[in-house]
């Protein structure tokens, strides 16, 4: 048998590019799917919602224009291809959402007249996104390429305008407008009267009650010049489209009467910028609604009527004066003014005057402008606090122009849902009588020491009272007999009550 043939030596082996890497092992995370799959994007244009906001808003862009403009008055517009810059304050908006068929891009547009006191403009603005800031009074630069003198919108020619302009800001890169708001540099910038001479009365320019009697039949470019005095709260209407409409009743005055005007929709947000007693409108061409019966009518706004916010002449000048002084007396929350009087030495100072309220009088019209403290002696005549409480009527202030009360130290008001702190109604305490005279103790000015000196307790005590704990404290103080420590100053207006003295 043959032997067998020995084992042949293995072949070497050349080394591979894999014995220089060891294999990775995948470690797996607990409560981690191995196989998760990715969450979805939403396709876009690459732009966020703040890029996207800003491109359509023109007011928020940097305007860069690309031709020099010729920088006008309005009164010296002329119709025609030519680059020109103006600059007016907003004396009639009227605002429309929609399309329009003539620029299917824009969302809506603004009809506005501008004014800069020696003449109007009137301007279409279209917008793409969002309206612009445009209010009555509100200071506008305007840029555009080409202005006509007869009127392409739907409103037709207006009384007295003579120069028109179409404009689309953002879209027309010849077109621009800025809106000036807050800029304390333009306060009062193009506040002059269209029309006005120094030294010559107003053309036009009637009181308020002659403008309700017979001036609003058939008197071309009737002027009234009124100050607010209220604004009401907003309120929503249904109207005959079926449609709803909102509304706010502002209330003017002048020394010779009162008259409401309804404010509607776009106009809102002016009218809720005014300061009741403060802001005076010149308003020009104004639409008048008789009213029925015995009813004194209500003033409205058309297409041809003109707003001057604070506009600058010598009758606005006087007109807020009176504004001023009579708003200040008939004010149900007079703030109390600080570091008039020193309270204690006309308590217990050495030099202390004891008036009547004749004397008083007399020494008040003799020397207004002197300031002096005093006391007076007098006996409460009557007392309201039962029947101010019954009223809800306890406690009092004012805002919007419009009396606020409650039988509560805080409140809001419902007009612009401020919350306001209340002080006790001056009319709680009636008649206050001596030898010579009498006064009613609403036309008094009272400290909150003064309260608390005289009832006995504090504010907060008295709203927290029951109705026979009030019914006691008026039965008490009915015939009593007291001193008063008064003080005038020709500024407040009223004579203040510092405190009480038994």
């Not at 007392?383 to 306890?394: A, D, E, F, P, W």
């Not at 003064?450 to 006995?456: D, K, N, P, R, T």
Request: net charge neutral; proline share 5%; with cysteine.
């Amino acid at each position: 048998m043959a032997p067998s043939n020995p084992p042949s030596k293995p072949l070497s082996k050349a080394p591979s590019i894999q014995s220089f890497y060891k294999r990775e092992v995948q470690v797996q995370t607990p409560n981690t799917a191995i196989d998760a799959t990715p969450t979805p994007t939403a396709p876009g244009d690459g732009f966020s919602a703040e890029e996207k906001a800003t491109a359509l808003d023109p007011s928020l862009t940097k305007w860069e224009p690309t031709r020099e403009y010729t920088e006008t008055g309005i009164a010296e517009l002329e119709a025609g291809p030519k680059a020109v810059m103006f600059v007016g304050r907003v004396v009639n908006v009227t605002t429309i959402l929609g399309q329009n068929p003539k620029e299917p891009k824009a969302r809506g547009w603004h009809y506005v007249l501008l004014g800069d006191g020696g003449g109007v403009v009137s301007i279409k603005i279209f917008f793409a996104n969002k309206p612009f800031p445009v209010r009555l009074g509100v200071l506008m630069t305007v840029w555009t390429a080409f202005v006509s003198e007869s009127a392409t919108t739907e409103v037709g020619n207006v009384q007295g305008v003579r120069a028109y302009a179409n404009l689309f800001p953002g879209r027309v890169t010849s077109d621009h407008v800025m809106a000036h708001e807050h800029s304390e540099g333009t306060k009062s910038a193009c506040r002059g009267v269209i029309g006005y001479r120094k030294g010559e009365p107003l053309a036009g320019l009637m009181t308020l009650s002659s403008y309700t009697t017979s001036g609003h039949d058939d008197i071309p470019s009737a002027k009234i010049l009124v100050c607010v005095k209220s604004i009401g709260a907003r309120r929503t209407i249904a109207n005959k489209t079926g449609g709803e409409s909102e509304l706010v009743d502002v209330w003017l005055f002048d020394h010779t009467g009162e008259i409401r005007w309804s404010v509607w929709n776009d106009l809102i947000p002016s009218a809720k910028e005014w300061v009741s007693g403060t802001t005076i409108l010149l308003i020009s061409n104004p639409g008048f609604k008789v009213g029925r019966r015995n009813a004194r009518g209500s003033l409205g706004i058309t297409k041809d009527t003109w707003v001057d916010v604070d506009p600058e002449f010598p009758d606005a000048e006087w007109l807020r004066r009176y504004a001023e002084g009579r708003t200040r007396k008939e004010s149900m929350r007079q703030e109390w003014p600080e570091g008039v009087w020193d309270v204690q030495a006309a308590e217990y100072g050495v030099n202390v005057i004891l008036f009547t309220l004749a004397g008083l009088d007399e020494w008040v019209r003799v020397e207004p402008r002197r300031v002096f403290t005093g006391h007076i002696n007098v006996t409460i005549m009557e007392m309201s606090l039962v029947t101010k409480h019954y009223q809800n009527m306890l406690m009092c202030s004012q805002c919007c122009g419009v009396p606020v009360y409650a039988n509560t130290r805080m409140t809001t008001c419902r007009n612009c849902s401020k919350l306001l702190t209340l002080a006790l109604n001056p009319r709680i305490v009636g008649m206050l009588l001596d030898e010579a005279g009498c006064i009613g103790g609403g036309k008094l000015l009272w400290s909150e020491r003064a309260w608390e000196q005289l009832l006995g307790r504090s504010v907060e005590e008295v709203t927290k009272m029951t109705t026979d704990e009030i019914r006691l404290l008026e039965q008490r103080m009915v015939y009593l007999r007291m001193h008063l420590v008064v003080g005038w100053e020709e500024s407040v207006g009223k004579l203040a009550v510092l405190g009480m003295r038994a």
